[in-house]
């Protein structure tokens, strides 16, 4: 599997994706918001984009595709749920479903609500195993629930499923938020040495040779992970001085999401 990361440089500081065979060429371009800067990357590494993939309905994720289907002829896939949100859904997407690029790239969706209750995330199952996972989890961060979303569903998207996947995972999202996130993380945990030792890199990243955590790495760094951390819980009481002292995880993630929406 061959994975181009492309660096919108827009005003959101959206990634797109190009996954691609390295046997046949063919590609799948993920939330091709910018066309352009998709297209050329296609073609400067001759690959050919067959199909198109959006994790979820937001424009800024949607908002290339008429430009990428015209170029490409490419078949637009969704959650089936979408299709009302979503024009032009040639193929929706249900849990499990299965999405082959070229002779050697299987896919595996996962429904995974929250940020919108019509979320998909795509795991790989390879050598190195990856997620790419739009607006559900960031580096060092979690989806807002704004716009069509529900953070208890959020949380139980990280504890069923993200949480459970295997260490070695590579985490594509579908922003660049890290240095933001980190702060955060250590607004909440102050003794967080991993965050603190990243951060002052991360605030000098060029996002167009961005950092590709890990699901270890997101333990480490992620509040929306470190629901058990003394830390965490001690500074999250301070806040919500009516908490338990031993608050359960959903709690915690819910008052993290809540106290995030507004930090």
Known sequence: MLVEQIWTANAYRNFNYLI????TGE???????????????????GWTVTQILNTHEHRDHTGGNAAMVAATGAKLLAHANARDRIPGIDRGLRAGDVI????????ECLDTPGH?????????????????????LFNAGAGNCHNGGHPEELYRT?????????AETLIYPGHDYIARNLAFTLDREPDNERAQA???????????????????VEMEINTFFRLKSPSVIRRLREAFPDLPEKPDAKTVFLKLRELRNKW
């Open 20 to 23: 691609a065979c390295a046997e």
């Open 27 to 45: 590609a799948l371009a993920v939330d091709p918001l910018d066309h352009e800067k998709c297209l050329a990357a296609a073609k400067a590494k």
């Open 100 to 107: 082959r690029i070229g002779k050697s790239v299987e896919l």
């Open 116 to 136: 919108t209750m019509c979320h998909i995330c795509l795991r790989s199952h390879g050598d190195v195993p990856a997620l790419f996972c739009g607006d559900t």
């Open 158 to 166: 990280f504890a069923d499923q993200l949480a459970r996947l295997p």
């Open 198 to 216: 990243l951060l002052p890199a991360m605030e000098k990243q060029d996002p167009a040779h961005a950092l590709v955590t890990t699901l270890a």
